[in-house]
């Protein structure tokens, strides 16, 4: 199966500092989404990222899928509190077409 | 707001008894997935259904049993509850046919005491 790692599990920064999360897989990924989930609330589509070495931006989020496609990164310039949440990444596939979740990275940000 | 609704919002219930949940995809989507998460842990999958038929299922056993009507909405039943089954469940529609984006519904919070 498509089993994902997220390291850091929980990461804690001041607002304004950048946070980085990275997603790893010991098989080669056909592609890679990212969730967001706030506390209490659900999952959340960011992006999908399907070709080697794809870098996507969204305003301060951006989005790597490695070369080998069997890693991908989420960076967070100058986070906001309203960047607080759970974040997920999750390939997508199988015989299936379901998504695989990782254990996701906690962020908190202190205002 | 993704369009996807679930009901109930939160539920309570003892070991041994049935629930059933319930999940209105966002229109024009014929596939529904079902997902549990437990308190902090990622979402896991327990099935598919796309057009009426189930189009897979993950690791859970066969207590969990589902069903989608011909307006595409789903129901998750799960039989002899456990303590373990307390989690958010999640169901998120998509377009299907291979479409990957899901748009998940706001979850219901069951509880087992």
């Known amino acids: 199966g498509q089993q994902v790692m997220q390291i850091p599990q929980y990461q804690h920064v001041q607002e304004g500092e950048d946070f980085t999360t990275y997603c790893n897989s010991s098989?080669?990924?056909?592609?890679i989404q990212w969730y967001k989930q706030r506390p209490g609330g659900h999952p959340v589509f960011l992006i999908q990222?399907?070709?080697?070495?794809e870098v996507k931006k969204q305003k301060r989020l951006t989005f790597q899928f490695g070369e080998a496609k069997k890693n991908s990164s989420l960076h967070i310039t100058a986070t906001q509190t309203t960047d607080v949440g759970t974040y997920f990444c999750?390939?997508?596939?199988?015989?299936?077409?379901?998504?695989?979740f990782g254990k996701g990275t906690l962020l908190t940000v202190n205002p | 707001e993704t369009g996807v609704t679930q009901s109930p919002t939160h539920l309570i219930k003892t070991r041994g008894q049935q629930v059933t949940l319930r999940c209105s995809s966002q229109?024009?989507?014929?596939?529904v997935s079902w997902y549990q998460q437990a308190l902090g842990q990622g979402p896991q999958f327990i099935f598919q259904?796309?057009?009426?038929?189930?189009?897979g299922r993950g690791n859970f056993p066969p207590r969990f049993s589902g069903l989608q009507f011909p307006n595409y909405s789903s129901e998750l039943n799960v039989n002899a509850l456990e303590l373990d089954d307390s989690a958010l469940y999640l169901c998120?529609?998509?377009?299907?046919?291979?479409?990957?984006?899901?748009?998940f519904g706001p979850g219901t919070r069951l509880l087992v005491l």
């Open positions: 229109s024009g989507h014929n596939t």
């Open positions: 259904y796309y057009r009426e038929e189930e189009n």
């Open positions: 990222l399907v070709k080697s070495g």
């Open positions: 098989t080669t990924l056909s592609n």
């Open positions: 998120a529609s998509s377009l299907g046919g291979g479409e990957e984006t899901q748009y």
């Open positions: 999750a390939p997508f596939g199988g015989s299936n077409y379901k998504l695989t």
